[in-house]
């Protein structure tokens, strides 16, 4: 289990009891050490309790959340003081690097912001152009729809889910994982074309081709997504939620 050190990164608003920046508390087993002189306030303290534990583990697990998930807030709205939980190197007892608990980093995915999307569906047009050399956008393995009630366009596109619940539907396996981009993959050759697949998939983002009824899921275009590229309002980039650095539309490597 790692030891953990509790850091006061930033104070947006006002504390009274007061805790400022550079403040700090460290986990040691079950112990929590707050240095002489200092406080820890309990409220913030309970709020933080069920993520220490997990924190203290040495978690080797792709696509976890635990190890990349650093921050936590303050419960009071008021006080807004913005804790940074580090895992210490046993031998230094300094912070160790963001996934260094884990055998992989996660790899970024296609996120999403509805709300900024025009419904100019360009990200349809370059989909379909990258992987069947037309424009016709039946053919893009990303598709934009329109909620007529709420007078909103909606992309959906494959979230790469940790756990795909499409890949545990698939009765052939002709789902599997990209070892380098982490992207669900389809045999083509494997898949029936049964849509259980579809029924499993949360998010509505998997489609199928009208000639051969084979499922069609986002590739990733193999790490450097074209519709991200194309998308002039940002409403697709490139990354992980959080504060990962992130590639929009216009960007190049």
């Not at 051969?212 to 409403?235: F, H, N, W, Y």
Request: a neutral charge; aromatic letters at 6%.
């Amino acid at each position: 289990m790692y030891d953990l050190r509790v850091v006061v990164e930033e104070v947006k608003g006002f504390c009274d009891l007061p805790m400022k920046p550079g403040d700090y508390f460290e986990v040691k087993g079950g112990r929590i050490l707050v240095p002489e002189g200092k406080y820890i306030c309990l409220w913030a303290l309970q709020s933080m309790m069920p993520l220490l534990p997990l924190k203290q583990r040495r978690i080797a697990e792709e696509n976890d959340w635990v190890p990349h998930t650093k921050k936590i807030c303050c419960p009071d709205p008021n006080g807004m003081v913005i804790y940074r939980i580090d895992a210490l190197d046993s031998e230094t007892s300094q912070p160790v690097q963001e996934g260094a608990t884990v055998n992989d980093q996660p790899k970024p995915r296609i996120l999403v912001d509805q709300d900024k999307c025009t419904g100019c569906r360009a990200c349809e047009v370059v989909c379909a152009y990258q992987h069947t050399g037309s424009f016709c956008g039946e053919n893009a393995f990303i598709r934009v729809k329109k909620n007529e009630e709420e007078g909103q366009d909606i992309p959906y596109v494959c979230r790469q889910c940790g756990n795909a619940l499409c890949v545990a539907a698939c009765p052939t396996k002709a789902l599997f994982r990209d070892p380098q981009t982490k992207a669900i993959l389809i045999k083509a050759e494997d898949c029936v074309g049964c849509k259980a697949c579809a029924k499993a998939c949360p998010f509505g983002s998997i489609t199928f081709n009208q000639e051969t009824g084979t499922a069609r899921i986002c590739d990733l275009c193999q790490g450097d997504p074209a519709c991200v590229k194309r998308c002039p309002s940002e409403a697709l980039v490139f990354g992980n939620a959080g504060n990962r650095q992130t590639k929009r539309g216009g960007e190049k490597n």
